[in-house]
Structures are given as structure tokens and as C-alpha cells.
């Protein structure tokens, strides 16, 4: 079992910048062999998957946050990143992380809001 928590969320003006962690506990060992995926969820949608990073660190991005979102893993410390730039008011939500099939127990995420 592998629990999850997130964090480095914040009320951020538009075009800010934000960086969240995602760090795993538990079954350490999983985490390495997992491709990961940061997700968000805005007021009244579904979530949805935003970035993912494999094992080989190759990156894919909705075309929502391509050029804006990066996001990185540290194998070591079980955690992975999303560095938020140029942000907008549609990027408000609550973000999470998980492998990129979802396999494990959601965290409570991170709230995330751009605003003036």
C-alpha cells in the first residue's frame, strides 16, 4: 500500500508560478517502477490527467499546459514535481498525483488557485 501527499499549492496572481511535490510512503519500491501523472480537479469537472513522466523520464502534457507545466521525479526521495509557470484562472483546481493508471489510493491534493 502506498499513501500519497501533496503539497505547495497557494493562491497565485495570474502568470505566477507555482511548484508542487508529490511525495509517496509505504510500499517504497513501487514508486521507481511506476510511470506518474499529476491530475487536477476544477469546481464541477472531472479530474483529469495533466502530465505524466515515465520510468525513462520521457514527459507528455494535455495541450492545456504544454510549454507552461514540467514536471520531474526524484526517484530517490519518492517524489515528483510539477513546476506551474505562466499560470491562468482556468488552472484553478485541486491537484493530485498518483502512477498513471491510477493504481494507488488518492491523496487529499493541493488547492491551487489563480486569481487577481
Known amino acids: 500500500q502506498v499513501q500519497l501527499v501533496e503539497s505547495g499549492g497557494g493562491l497565485v496572481q495570474p502568470g505566477g508560478s507555482l511548484r508542487l511535490s508529490c511525495t509517496a510512503s509505504?510500499?517504497?519500491?513501487?514508486?521507481?517502477?511506476?510511470?506518474m501523472g499529476w491530475y487536477r480537479q476544477a469546481p464541477g469537472k472531472q479530474r483529469e490527467l495533466v502530465a505524466t513522466i515515465t520510468v525513462q523520464r520521457d514527459t507528455n502534457y494535455v495541450d492545456s499546459v504544454k510549454g507552461r507545466f514540467t514536471i520531474s521525479r526524484d526517484n530517490a526521495k519518492n517524489t515528483v514535481y510539477l513546476q506551474m509557470n505562466s499560470l491562468k484562472p482556468d488552472d484553478t483546481a485541486v491537484y493530485y498525483c498518483?502512477?498513471?493508471?491510477?493504481?494507488?489510493?488518492w491523496g487529499q491534493g493541493t488547492q491551487v488557485t489563480v486569481s487577481t
Open positions: 509505504g510500499n517504497i519500491f513501487s514508486f521507481s517502477i511506476y510511470a
Open positions: 498518483n502512477t498513471a493508471r491510477e493504481r494507488w489510493s
